[in-house]
């Protein structure tokens, strides 16, 4: 059974920088495309950024230059380190996984990540 399980959200002024960590488990089928997505209320679910494989990196334009997105395998987890932050990166954050067979680019559209967790939320004031 896979379970992904998010941390380290939180509250910031604007400016300030955030990690946040996402410890899975069960994901044994791989190789995967890993991710994380964001949704503010009263928007719709957007994509922040994707990695496979620690080469292939994709970022949101609004957040690329700010957010980096890692792992670290011996532990099973996945980061978001977030700099810069403002009011517009208020949201509740996800991460997610689906399995991802290429050495490329994630192309995994939004529906079709199989598992999720069940969030972490970010207040950004100003």
């Known amino acids: 059974q896979v379970q992904l399980v998010e941390s380290g959200g939180g509250s910031v002024q604007s400016g300030g920088s955030l990690r946040l960590s996402c410890v899975h488990s069960?994901?044994?089928?791989?190789?995967?495309?890993v991710g994380w997505y964001r949704q503010a209320p009263g928007k719709v679910l957007e994509g922040i950024a994707t990695?496979?494989?620690?080469?292939?990196?994709t970022y949101a334009d609004s957040v690329k230059g700010r957010f980096t997105i890692s792992q670290d395998n011996a532990k099973s987890a996945l980061y978001l380190q977030m700099n810069g932050l403002t009011p517009e990166d208020t949201a509740m954050y996800y991460c997610?996984?689906?399995?991802?067979?290429?050495?490329?680019?994630?192309?995994?559209?939004?529906?079709?990540?199989?598992?999720w967790g069940q969030g972490t939320q970010v207040t950004v004031s100003s």
């Open positions: 997610a996984a689906a399995p991802w067979p290429f050495q490329a680019p994630c192309a995994v559209h939004r529906q079709d990540f199989k598992y």
């Open positions: 069960g994901l044994t089928h791989g190789p995967y495309c």
């Open positions: 990695l496979v494989s620690d080469a292939w990196t």
